[in-house]
């Protein structure tokens, strides 16, 4: 540089050198972002000679840096004006400015509950923005991918399975959660009874055989057919009506996880008969006519059979006769049959000789109409007679006519209490005889 000075007459000359550093240019490029996101601008500036030495960034949020190449996060929606001054080493500045605008990031929000295998889970979004141009996308731990905002979706197996959902807005931002849902076993029920059918009442023993491949079982619960809601591992019950019952056991695990089992008619209970049956010959029976005719008054049964006592052959008829060979005492046995069910009524008959005759010990002629008259009876007598006598041998009574007897009277007067001697004398239809002596005793 040159300078000349000059009063009109006179002048002088001086040169100076003087040294023009560069201006340095400040440029930067930077995208606009979303909350959340990390904003990294892009420091394109740059000076012709010599170097710049600082970088002042200011990001219109109250945050400010030195460095080079920064980084910021904004966390509210809206504008906001970047700028950048540069300056160089020999103190020369420059000074841009960039707007930005700053766009919301999805909040996500979602919720599932545990579930139990085979149970549908439900996912809960709460996710922001929902104004329908969101698009979600979920993974669900097992390799299935959903784009519903609020999908559901069964496990086929079981396990701790994390869930992602990924939201990305119009804008593009976009934001990543995840949670964990735990798939949890079912009981496997298995059942088993110590019988399956029977007579009432039938006495059955339940077995239970279910298992679990994760945590515990901590409730049974039964449904027997006749009683249900019985909570015990397993029951024993005595089932006392007839008919067919289905049994259902109910388990549940300490993560609420329940399963059931039902065996359909699994206990058959018959009906018992009940047996019973008279013996409809007028007794005394004898060997005159040593048939007896049986009257069956069972119930519930469907087959019978008979034995006799005599080593005879069996019967299966409802109400059969039978005749003995042999005077004896028999015991009549009737099973009666309802398919595997079965009682047993027994009755003994006693067969009289052909020639029998019967004298009692006592008789009580108070008039009361019972056991008033003292008088034999048989059967197979041709010939009868009978003599009765005090202690001292005077004779109080007698007849040759067997339903002729005495009433306790001598010569019209009541007989005293007491003992008496009686004499009888028969004879049968094959012309034998036989003499008969006893003693009876008198009351009133």
Same mark, same amino acid.
């Given at each position: 540089?040159?300078?000349i000075?000059?009063?009109?007459?006179?002048a002088?000359?001086t040169?100076?050198?003087? /040294?023009?550093? &560069?201006?340095?240019?400040?440029?930067?490029?930077?995208t606009d972002?979303?909350t959340?996101?990390?904003?990294? &601008?892009?420091?394109?500036?740059?000076?012709?000679s010599?170097?710049?030495n600082?970088f002042?960034?200011?990001?219109?949020?109250?945050?400010?840096?030195?460095?080079?190449?920064p980084?910021?996060?904004?966390?509210?929606?809206?504008?906001?004006?970047i700028e950048l001054?540069?300056?160089?080493?020999?103190?020369?500045t420059d000074?841009?400015?960039?707007?930005?605008?700053?766009?919301?990031? &999805?909040?996500i929000? !979602?919720?599932s509950d /545990?579930?139990?295998?085979?149970?549908?889970s439900v996912?809960?979004?709460?996710?922001?923005?929902? /104004?329908?141009s969101?698009?979600?996308?979920?993974?669900?731990?097992?390799?299935?991918?959903?784009?519903d905002h609020?999908?559901? %979706?069964?496990?086929?197996?079981?396990?701790?399975?994390?869930?992602?959902?990924?939201?990305?807005?119009?804008?593009?931002?976009?934001?990543?959660?995840?949670?964990?849902?735990?798939?949890?076993?079912?009981?496997q029920?298995?059942?088993?009874?110590?019988?399956? =059918?029977?007579?009432?009442?039938?006495?059955?023993?339940?077995?239970?055989?279910?298992?679990?491949?994760q945590?515990s079982?901590?409730?049974f619960v039964?449904?027997?057919?006749?009683?249900s809601?019985?909570?015990?591992?397993?029951?024993?019950?005595?089932?006392?009506?007839?008919?067919?019952?289905?049994?259902?056991?109910t388990?549940?695990?300490?993560?609420?996880?329940?399963?059931?089992s039902?065996?359909?008619?699994?206990?058959?209970? /018959?009906?018992?008969p009940?047996?019973?049956?008279?013996?409809?010959?007028?007794?005394p029976?004898?060997?005159?006519?040593p048939?007896?005719?049986?009257?069956?008054?069972?119930?519930?049964?469907?087959?019978?059979?008979?034995?006799?006592?005599?080593?005879?052959?069996?019967?299966?008829?409802q109400d059969?006769? %039978?005749?003995?060979?042999?005077?004896g005492?028999?015991q009549v046995?009737l099973?009666?049959?309802?398919?595997?069910?079965? =009682?047993?009524?027994?009755?003994?008959?006693?067969i009289d000789?052909?020639?029998f005759?019967?004298?009692?010990?006592?008789f009580?002629p108070?008039?009361?109409?019972?056991?008033?008259?003292?008088?034999?009876?048989?059967?197979?007598?041709?010939? !009868?007679s009978m003599?009765? %006598?005090?202690r001292?041998?005077?004779?109080?009574?007698?007849?040759?006519?067997?339903?002729?007897?005495?009433?306790?009277?001598y010569?019209?007067?009541d007989? &005293?209490?007491?003992v008496y001697?009686?004499?009888?004398?028969?004879?049968?239809?094959?012309?034998e005889?036989?003499?008969?002596?006893g003693?009876i005793t008198l009351?009133r």
């Amino acid at each position: 540089m040159t300078l000349i000075v000059n009063n009109g007459n006179c002048a002088d000359t001086t040169n100076t050198a003087i /040294n023009i550093s &560069p201006t340095p240019v400040a440029e930067f490029t930077a995208t606009d972002p979303c909350t959340g996101d990390i904003l990294s &601008p892009v420091n394109t500036s740059s000076i012709s000679s010599g170097t710049i030495n600082s970088f002042q960034w200011s990001f219109g949020n109250g945050s400010f840096s030195d460095l080079q190449n920064p980084t910021q996060m904004y966390g509210i929606v809206g504008p906001y004006e970047i700028e950048l001054v540069v300056s160089s080493d020999m103190g020369c500045t420059d000074t841009t400015t960039q707007d930005l605008t700053v766009m919301e990031s &999805p909040v996500i929000v !979602f919720s599932s509950d /545990n579930v139990c295998i085979g149970q549908a889970s439900v996912f809960s979004n709460n996710s922001t923005p929902n /104004n329908g141009s969101t698009v979600w996308e979920w993974n669900m731990g097992d390799g299935t991918l959903y784009t519903d905002h609020s999908p559901e %979706h069964t496990y086929t197996a079981t396990g701790n399975y994390t869930v992602s959902l990924q939201a990305t807005t119009l804008e593009g931002c976009s934001s990543l959660a995840a949670s964990d849902v735990d798939v949890n076993a079912n009981p496997q029920v298995s059942l088993d009874a110590s019988k399956y =059918d029977g007579c009432e009442p039938l006495l059955v023993e339940f077995y239970n055989n279910t298992t679990i491949s994760q945590g515990s079982i901590t409730s049974f619960v039964w449904d027997l057919g006749s009683i249900s809601g019985l909570d015990v591992v397993a029951p024993t019950i005595n089932y006392q009506q007839p008919g067919v019952y289905s049994v259902t056991l109910t388990a549940t695990s300490d993560q609420g996880c329940e399963a059931s089992s039902t065996v359909a008619n699994m206990i058959t209970v /018959n009906v018992t008969p009940d047996a019973s049956f008279e013996i409809r010959s007028e007794e005394p029976i004898t060997m005159l006519d040593p048939r007896i005719r049986l009257l069956n008054t069972s119930t519930d049964a469907v087959t019978y059979q008979w034995t006799f006592g005599d080593g005879g052959a069996p019967s299966n008829a409802q109400d059969p006769n %039978h005749t003995y060979a042999a005077e004896g005492t028999y015991q009549v046995t009737l099973i009666a049959q309802n398919g595997d069910c079965s =009682d047993i009524a027994t009755e003994e008959v006693r067969i009289d000789p052909e020639t029998f005759i019967y004298l009692p010990s006592a008789f009580t002629p108070n008039k009361d109409g019972i056991n008033d008259i003292y008088y034999a009876e048989g059967t197979g007598i041709e010939n !009868f007679s009978m003599f009765i %006598h005090d202690r001292w041998g005077k004779e109080m009574f007698n007849t040759s006519n067997i339903e002729l007897g005495w009433d306790g009277k001598y010569l019209g007067k009541d007989a &005293p209490l007491g003992v008496y001697v009686y004499s009888v004398d028969i004879t049968n239809s094959k012309g034998e005889t036989e003499k008969i002596l006893g003693r009876i005793t008198l009351y009133r």
